[in-house]
């Protein structure tokens, strides 16, 4: 696995990574609401019903926004003086993560309860928790096609942090055919090019050329031009 070192998985340098998530949420909030309105105006629901909905969106992430914060506080060796700190990763990772399982338990339907699995994954990897896998593999199958490729990035990513290659190589392959806010096709399209390099140096090299053709004139096409002429033959 030593030629893949830089793909394995760092799990505080890949939630960091994944704050689009709840960014993509906010956002996008306002879309949620408009179509909440709609549906309650549809259903003759009346304006108690949307205000419940609203009320309820509000809540939700301002639960799942402790716990992302949670999620990021600063470790004891690591933190300036006065502030709250963890003595280790874990033990913050398992504050977060009950965190992020109270959204679940009370708002699981809503945006805020779909990330809020995808998050409790990501707390479970620092907490090196043999549930990590089977959560995310939930939250993979979310309706939320955003939080659904995100989660699925992330297996990708444990999967080549156990050595299980094919199976991140499927993964990334299938998030190649989406493009959403959380996991642009162009990333995960040089992530697949940068695993298969190291096994697969032609079929790698077509990818490095597709991704110049797609996006040309951008800081990814660049990446992959590099990557391309450092490619072994």
């Known amino acids: 696995m030593s030629q893949i070192s830089r793909k394995e998985l760092k799990s505080d340098e890949f939630v960091s990574g994944m704050d689009a998530a709840y960014e993509y949420f906010l956002q996008h909030r306002d879309r949620i609401i408009v179509v909440a309105v709609v549906v309650a105006v549809v259903a003759a629901a009346g304006y108690g019903v949307f205000a419940w909905r609203s009320a309820r969106n509000r809540s939700a992430a ?9 999620l ?7 933190a300036a003086p006065g502030t709250s700190t963890f003595a280790s990763t874990a033990t913050r990772a398992a504050a977060a993560g009950k965190q992020f399982q109270a959204v679940i338990d009370q708002y699981g339907s809503t945006e805020s309860g779909q990330l809020a699995k995808f998050y409790l994954g990501l707390a479970q990897v620092d907490e ?3 549930d990590a896998a089977k ?26 942090a156990a050595g299980k290659l094919p199976e991140a190589h ?14 642009p096709r162009s990333v995960a399209l040089i992530e697949l090019a940068d695993l298969d390099r190291t096994y697969n140096p032609k079929e790698a090299a077509q990818y490095y050329r597709q991704l110049q053709a797609d996006y040309p004139s951008t800081s990814i096409a660049q990446q992959a031009q590099q990557q391309l002429a450092s490619l072994k033959p």
Request: net charge negative; aromatic share 0%.
């Open 135 to 160: 959560t995310l593999e939930s939250a993979a199958a979310s309706s939320s096609a955003a939080v659904s490729a995100a989660a699925k990035h992330a297996l990708a990513n444990l999967d080549i």
């Open 128 to 130: 090196n928790s043999p």
């Open 72 to 78: 990021h506080t600063p470790l004891l060796s690591s």
């Open 170 to 183: 499927a993964l990334l392959l299938e998030l190649t055919r989406q493009d959403s806010d959380l996991l």
């Open 62 to 70: 301002a639960l799942l926004a402790q716990g992302i914060n949670t």
